[in-house]
């Protein structure tokens, strides 16, 4: 009875005092939206004198589970998303008490960069389909066997970015990105992996008729050492190109942009990654960023609105608020008047 007793006062202290056990926001997330939090995290203390958010690089994916697994105290109040939620992400949260508030933060671009005294690249999302998917056409046309009709795909053959395009450097293929988990490299399948694939015919059509055939092609990453998941720590992938020149990288342009002295990004269908042409949509490589809030700890966990007031501020999301100053591209004022109000109602993302 004791031992009872014991459990149902800890459940009352969960339900009434305990929400009110923590006066520091924590945010988990993406990589690429982390330097972002922490400077909106740091500005925030500043102005309110209220402790400065835990602010951790978990992975989109990661930070999604974390985000999306409760909604007691001891768990994330906010998620950081260089995509936006799955729908499989959104049924998780709801089966477990989450209502998650949906703010688009701005834009970001996608590197492929290379150390700074290596030679420059000029690739295309064809070229990067080439040399990173697991299998690839048997011929570059792509085309169908005449005698089954069956696209025809082998292990990937291709040692050198020569063999992938004679216009390109004879040098191994060898690119550090990031792992499963990450929203960057969600985005790179969707906007690199996938659009290069789509160049040719034969695998463009299945898109309609297979999805999960088309998806299955274009966005399984090679295995034999070509592609090498280098983890979250996106710093870590700028030291390695620094190592080793011969390698690429993959990465959000505000790294670049913060490590222009160390690396520089290569051009995309003659597009070159700059601040410029990402908020131009010159840029193909680009993507939203977002920030996710539990309503349920709005109220209970010390500062939340206040951050959010912070976070959706002129001097931060601004055209040229300290946010695009570490390189993120300001959504048009438009974008981020809608989004204000969004962020102010705190409306749950009931569906996608």
Request: net charge negative; hydrophobic share 40%.
């Amino acid at each position: 009875m004791k031992t009872l007793s014991m459990a149902i006062a800890a459940g009352l202290l969960v339900a009434t005092g305990a929400a009110q056990a923590r006066d520091n926001i924590s945010i988990v997330g993406s990589s690429t939206v982390y330097p972002f939090a922490t400077a909106v995290a740091e500005n925030y203390a500043k102005k309110t004198g209220n402790p400065a958010p835990k602010v951790e690089s978990t992975g989109t994916g990661g930070g999604m589970k974390l985000f999306c697994e409760g909604a007691g105290v001891e768990t994330a109040d906010m998620t950081g998303a260089s995509r936006r939620i799955k729908d499989s992400e959104l049924a998780d949260c709801k089966k477990n008490g989450v209502s998650p508030v949906e703010i688009k933060i701005g834009y970001d671009g996608i590197a492929i960069a290379n150390a700074k005294e290596a030679e420059a690249y000029k690739l295309t999302r064809r070229d990067l389909f080439l040399a990173l998917a697991k299998e690839v056409p048997e011929s570059t046309g792509g085309n169908m066997d005449a005698v089954t009709g069956n696209l025809k795909l082998i292990p990937n053959p291709y040692k050198t970015w020569k063999e992938v395009n004679a216009e390109l450097p004879d040098e191994p293929i060898e690119v550090l990105g990031p792992p499963p988990t990450s929203g960057t490299r969600d985005a790179f399948v969707e906007l690199v992996m996938h659009a290069g694939c789509k160049e040719f015919p034969a695998i463009k059509k299945l898109e309609k008729e297979d999805e999960k055939k088309f998806k299955a092609i274009c966005g399984n990453m090679r295995e034999d050492g070509k592609y090498i998941e280098a983890g979250e720590n996106d710093n870590l992938i700028v030291q390695k190109l620094q190592a080793n020149p011969k390698a690429l990288g993959i990465f959000g342009f505000s790294f670049l942009d913060q490590n222009a002295d160390k690396v520089k990004g290569s051009s995309i269908e003659g597009v070159d990654i700059t601040f410029e042409n990402i908020a131009a949509g010159k840029y193909s490589v680009s993507r939203p960023l977002y920030l996710y809030v539990k309503k349920e700890h709005i109220g209970t966990v010390k500062g939340i609105e206040e951050f959010v007031t912070e976070l959706t501020s002129d001097a931060a999301w601004g055209d040229t608020g300290y946010l695009a100053e570490k390189g993120m591209i300001p959504m048009p004022a438009n974008e981020r008047t809608t989004n204000t109000e969004a962020a102010k109602s705190m409306k749950v993302l009931e569906s996608l």
